[in-house]
Each structure stands twice: as C-alpha cells, then as structure tokens.
C-alpha cells in the first residue's frame, strides 16, 4: 500500500519515526474559510452523504496544513441516520433526534433494526473515501464512529446535555434494555467503521468523546465491553485509536484489553504520566490544549515542545490536540503549528 511507510501508521504500530505525526481532531471544518464557504446551503448531515463534498472538505485541511492524515469528514451520528434514525444536526448545537430513545419499548424498536442496514446504505460513505485516497496518495486516512455511550448520551437526551444524566441513569434502572441499546449501537459503529475500512480508510479512531462523565466503574461494567464490540469490528484489519474527554481515571481501562493500539488524551492527563499508566504496547495520541491556540506563539510553542518532550515517555507519539479544533481559531496557527512538530526530533 503507498501508505504504508507513513509516519502515523508506523507510530501507531509503535515505531517512533525521525518526525512525529501530528493531525488534528475537527481539522475539517468552522476554522477553515474554505469550509464554510463550500457549506452554504448544505445542511450538514447532506453534506456528509454527499460524496463530492464530503471528499472535498475532508482534503481541504490535508492542503492547507500539510497534516500527516485526513480525518474522514461525516458525523458521529451519520450511522444512525444511515439506518433509518430521524436525526438532524442543528446549527450552533449539534445532534438533535426527533424522538429521544427513553423506554424499554423504544429500545426494543430501535434495536429490531438489522445493523446491515447501515453497510447497505453506506454507498456514499465508500464513494467519497474513493475520491479521497485517490488524492490522498501516501497520506493515510482515518475513518471513524461514536462509541456506544457517546452515541446514547445524544440518542437518550435527543440532543446535547452537559451530564448525560438520562443516559446514566438508564443504565442503572434498565441495564438489559441499556446493553441491548449499546451492543446495538456498538454494531452500527462497527457497520460504519468496517464501510470505511473497506473503501480504504488506513487507520480508524473511536470516538467516546463523553465516556469521562462516568464513574470507573460504570466505565467498564455498562460501556467498555460495548466499545471492545464496535472497535473488533475491524480489528487486525487497520490500527485502532481510542479517545475519550476527562479519561483520566479510566485511561488503561481504555485500552479495551489489549484491543487498541493508541488511546487519545485530553490535555488534562500530561503525557508521560499517560505513558505510566497506558504501559509499553500503547501508542499515545495528544495533547496540545486547544485553548492554548488562541494564546501568543511564543506560549503555545512551549507548550507544543511540552507535550512533545512528555510523548517520549510513551512507546511511541501520535500529535494531536486534546480535543477538538475550536471554530474561533486563526487556521494560521495550526499550519505554523504543524511545521513547528516536523521540526522538531519525534
Ligand atoms: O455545521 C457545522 O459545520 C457543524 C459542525 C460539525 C462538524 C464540522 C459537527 C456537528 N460535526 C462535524 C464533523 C465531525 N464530527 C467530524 C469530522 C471531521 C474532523 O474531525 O475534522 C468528526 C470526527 C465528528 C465527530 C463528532 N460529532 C463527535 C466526536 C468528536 C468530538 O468532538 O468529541 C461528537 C461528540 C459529535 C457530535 C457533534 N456533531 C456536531 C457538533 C457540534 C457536535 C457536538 C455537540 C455537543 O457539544 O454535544
């Protein structure tokens, strides 16, 4: 494969190449002009399925940035509407469900739906991942999905919520009815996952953006196992990235037994105190604190060589930000940013 010698996929099979790999999560998107132009007038979820443009917005960071992957551009929730799901994503909010998944009888009705369903309709998805790597060339593209819980959080509120409390709380009142919920959940993220794989995505990440609102317990009774479901989907196939928010106190949960092959970090946990915990066989992803992209060069340059001097600790480093690229930021700042990581020894 022309990807094969690239850096990320040699540091997520735990090689440190001469330069660490750096791309950024929501590198795609509301910072770049180019983006929001081309978005005018496409609600979101369309712009997803429609090949051309999803092909286009996913190249565009690769461009201007000169990143070392492309983030395949969709959503979280494109495999939910995939299978028939009414879902839309509201601008300046984000995921809305016109009928949040509450009682047992609506789990049950949701979860009767065949999870091929998503593979079947996927066409789009595959057709624009064509268009992708056949610019890409050596770069390599990650595709990606919601993990089960992230997914519920949106599903069960029917929208977004800072604590995810109904979807807590249902594991605890109807845990039958909330592991059918997340096994099925899990099925179609590995639906979605093993689609991309198969149009020729490289590498994929999961996405349980919001598994840090759980206690550690909760965390590996009621979610890990349904993570492990979604991310088998594809393993040995392409490398498996694992990242969550406030993960702290389940970072080596994280690993999912051995399953993965990096786990992502927020900026919250520095790297080399991840490394102790993740152990030898884990690639780490992260940290720039997205905040600090807003502060002046010289301080954001202490910290990106920071995180970098931490990223030793770990068998190998993955650049990437903690956590999503905010809207607000100058696309200058991470150009510079990227060049300033390719400089630097990995
Ligand atoms: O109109 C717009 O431009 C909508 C903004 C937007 C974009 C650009 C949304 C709505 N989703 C996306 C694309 C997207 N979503 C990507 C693609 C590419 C890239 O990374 O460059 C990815 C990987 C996602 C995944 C996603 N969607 C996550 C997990 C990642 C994360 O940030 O934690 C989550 C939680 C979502 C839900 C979602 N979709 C959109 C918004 C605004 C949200 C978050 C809402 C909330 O705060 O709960």
Request: charged share 20%.
């Amino acid at each position: 494969m022309p990807t094969d010698d690239a850096p990320l996929l040699r540091a997520l099979s735990g090689d440190r190449p001469e330069r660490a790999p750096v791309w950024f999560m929501r590198q795609a998107g509301r910072s770049l002009p180019e983006y929001r132009e081309l978005r005018v007038g496409t609600r979101m979820l369309d712009a997803c399925l429609n090949p051309q443009l999803a092909a286009e917005i996913t190249l565009q960071p690769v461009r201007r940035h000169g990143v070392d992957a492309a983030i395949f551009f969709s959503d979280i929730v494109v495999p939910l509407r995939l299978a028939g799901v009414a879902v839309e994503i509201e601008p300046g909010r984000g995921p809305v469900f016109a009928e949040p998944v509450r009682s047992v009888a609506q789990i049950d009705a949701l979860t009767a739906i065949d999870p091929a369903m998503v593979a079947a309709a996927a066409q789009p998805v595959r057709d624009a991942i064509a268009l992708i790597t056949a610019e890409l060339g050596d770069t390599p593209l990650i595709g990606f999905a919601g993990a089960p819980f992230t997914l519920a959080a949106y599903l069960v509120e029917g929208g977004p919520s800072k604590e995810h409390l109904r979807a807590r709380a249902l594991m605890h009142a109807e845990p039958d009815a909330w592991n059918r919920l997340a096994n099925w959940l899990a099925l179609i993220a590995g639906e979605f996952l093993g689609a991309q794989v198969d149009a020729g995505a490289s590498a994929v990440q999961l996405f349980d953006s919001w598994a840090g609102s759980l206690s550690p317990e909760d965390y590996r009774r009621f979610v890990a196992p349904h993570a492990h479901t979604a991310l088998a989907a594809v393993r040995g196939r392409v490398p498996l990235i694992h990242f969550g928010v406030g993960t702290g106190a389940i970072l080596a949960d994280m690993r999912l037994d051995g399953l993965v092959d990096a786990v992502g970090v927020d900026w919250r946990t520095p790297l080399d105190a991840a490394a102790e915990v993740l152990g030898p066989d884990v690639t780490v992803q992260g940290n720039i604190d997205p905040a600090l992209l807003q502060a002046p060069w010289p301080v954001l340059e202490a910290h990106v060589r920071d995180v970098l001097r931490r990223g030793r600790h770990a068998r190998a480093h993955v650049v990437n930000l903690g956590h999503g690229v905010p809207p607000e930021t100058d696309p200058d700042v991470l150009t510079r940013l990227v060049r300033l990581v390719h400089e630097e020894r990995g």
